[in-house]
Structure formats: C-alpha cells, structure tokens
C-alpha cells in the first residue's frame, strides 16, 4: 500500500472491524490485570476529582413543586 490513503477503520469489512474491536478490548484487559493495585487506586483517585470538579461547575439543577409532584416515587 505505498502512495495510497491510510486504510480506516470504516472501510474494513464488517468481519475485520469486529475482529480488531475484539483484540482492542481484549488487549484492554490484558493491561488491566498486570498493573497494580497502586496505579488502580491512583486511576480512582483522578476519576473522582474529575466528577468532583464537574459537580462544582455544572451543578444539579433545583426542583420545583411540579419537578417533585412529577417524579416517581
């Protein structure tokens, strides 16, 4: 393939696209189970300042009577 465009993924064939999404997760596992259980909680840890901060900045918005009369219960 020399000179041509680069091959995307939307231009394989369905059987070969499922296949590489496949090996993508799997090897996703792979990496998850050898690291350690520091890293993990490292992850955790920026996780939840990430939502911590979005709740800072896009915080819920309050109910009124018709929200609340509405809501299952």
Known sequence: M???A??????L??????LYL???RFCGWL???????????????????EVA???RSHPRP???????WSSPR
């Open 53 to 55: 901060a979005r709740r």
């Open 22 to 24: 496949i090996l993508v």
């Open 2 to 4: 020399s000179g041509g």
């Open 13 to 18: 064939p369905f059987p070969l696209r499922l």
């Open 62 to 68: 309050g109910l009124n009577w018709a929200d609340r």
């Open 31 to 49: 990496v998850l189970l050898d690291r350690s259980t520091a890293s993990k909680n490292a992850e955790l840890l920026v996780l939840r300042h």
């Open 6 to 11: 680069p091959v995307e993924h939307d231009d």
